[in-house]
């Protein structure tokens, strides 16, 4: 009986959102640590192990995932309309990182929240432009990976991929086709099994981060809380600076001459349903439903753009990157230089090609970021308590960018009707879009 009750219990936990579940930890971490004070801290070891079991994963994920996001571009596909929508993709994410940094360094989230002294912070050399530069090619890619060089490790992925690209592409044995295929195929199964493994790491979250936050207000007191309102703060300027210049005033108004109201009716079902799901990926169906009930677009664009978007174009996420990099900074108390803050720039927007369009995507980017900068990973474990909010606010942006530049790239290609859908009748964006919802 007592067997049976227990598994009733589990299940009806295992019911639960991991991200609420971490959400809940989280709260009642900060409540344990105000309540109890500095015997809170003894807790911390509990969190030193997720900090631990997330350093595992970094390169492994660089690695598999990458792969994968690179084997789903396809050369024959990179033509004219590919180039374009590749080409957008990069320069809205670049563009995002930009803002978040500009606005994290103005708010300074973090500020006055101080990381415990015996937290493990390997600063590195603040480097030239150059040595970063050169140092992007790695001369050995296994030491880059065992040293946790993450800039060499993406440099030396992509190529690999892409040369798997091209020679599955352009020979005509079907020895070699089906060894890259063989390639392939392992790495899917590989990706799948990091899943897994993400999935435990993350279920073992729900312990780290109430220790970790625990420990954290144990020693900070109340003084922690604003902090981490600041960080929403930030992100949530960042964002809306990025929707309103760079896709409605940008992409929108300055380069198809159209009425952003229109589009944000036309795209409207998309952006909230981003908002409820937080997934670019669960919400697809109702993307590809607007674009073509409501903006009108081509499915010989969208049917190519969005599918890669919701798998490469992370401006939210990538944005985020940017603003957490300062946040974890702060708490350690250094200054990012110009330099060390254009490594994020280049980090999150080649990292972007393998994130996953799923929840909690941003925090296993974050660990590339930070490993990278030699910043704590604590700060995973402090964010991922606030996530949940800050997800919800990364994937309605990737979601709006993907309609944003797929509307564009039509726009270019005369392959949108802008004289019908939301165009013409900015109402039409209110009542389409109940029709695919369920797809979800």
Do not use: C
């Not at 929240?113 to 480097?127: C, G, H, K, M, S």
């Amino acid at each position: 009986m007592s067997t049976s009750n227990t598994k009733s219990y589990w299940r009806r936990y295992r019911s639960v959102p991991i991200v609420y579940r971490i959400g809940t930890a989280f709260v009642l971490g900060s409540v344990v640590g105000l309540l109890v004070g500095e015997p809170a801290t003894v807790l911390e070891p509990l969190g030193d192990i997720f900090v631990r079991l997330l350093s595992m994963i970094v390169v492994p994920i660089v690695v598999f995932t990458l792969l994968m996001g690179i084997r789903r571009i396809s050369p024959s596909t990179l033509g004219r309309v590919g180039g374009e929508v590749i080409g957008l993709y990069a320069v809205t994410s670049a563009i995002a990182v930009f803002i978040g940094l500009a606005v994290a360094n103005l708010v300074n989230p973090g500020q006055g929240l101080t990381l415990a002294e015996d937290v493990e912070f390997d600063p590195a050399d603040t480097p030239d432009f150059a040595e970063v530069l050169v140092g992007i090619v790695p001369e050995n890619p296994i030491g880059a990976m065992a040293e946790g060089n993450v800039l060499a490790t993406i440099f030396f992925v992509i190529v690999f991929g892409l040369a798997l690209l091209l020679l599955e592409e352009s020979t005509e044995d079907e020895t070699v086709r089906s060894g890259v295929e063989s390639i392939f195929d392992i790495v899917e199964a590989g990706t799948e099994a990091l899943f897994k493994i993400v999935w435990g790491v993350m279920e073992y979250g729900v312990i780290g981060v109430f220790a970790l936050m625990a420990a954290v207000f144990g020693e900070a007191g109340a003084d922690a809380i604003v902090p981490f309102a600041m960080l929403i703060a930030a992100l949530t300027v960042a964002i809306l600076l990025h929707i309103g210049v760079v896709y409605l005033g940008g992409l929108i108004v300055a380069l198809t001459r159209q009425s952003p109201v229109s589009f944000l009716a036309g795209s409207k079902d998309a952006i909230v349903t981003a908002l409820s799901i937080r997934s670019s990926s669960g919400t697809l169906p109702v993307t590809m439903a607007n674009a073509d009930d409501n903006l009108q677009i081509n499915e010989g664009v969208y049917g190519f753009s969005l599918p890669l978007g919701a798998t490469v174009n992370m401006d939210g996420t990538a944005m985020y990157q940017g603003v957490v990099a300062i946040f974890a900074a702060n708490l350690v108390g250094v200054q990012l230089s110009l330099v060390e803050q254009l490594t994020v720039v280049v980090i999150a927007v080649l990292a972007s090609i393998g994130a996953g369009g799923v929840p909690g995507t941003g925090l296993i980017m974050l660990t590339l970021v930070l490993t990278q900068l030699g910043l704590p990973l604590e700060v995973v474990g402090f964010v991922a308590g606030v996530d949940p909010i800050l997800d919800r606010l990364r994937t309605m942006t990737n979601v709006t960018g993907d309609l944003a530049v797929t509307t564009v790239v039509a726009h270019w290609n005369d392959a949108i009707d802008l004289t019908g859908g939301s165009w013409a009748d900015p109402t039409q964006g209110l009542e389409v879009g109940d029709t695919t919802a369920g797809d979800d």
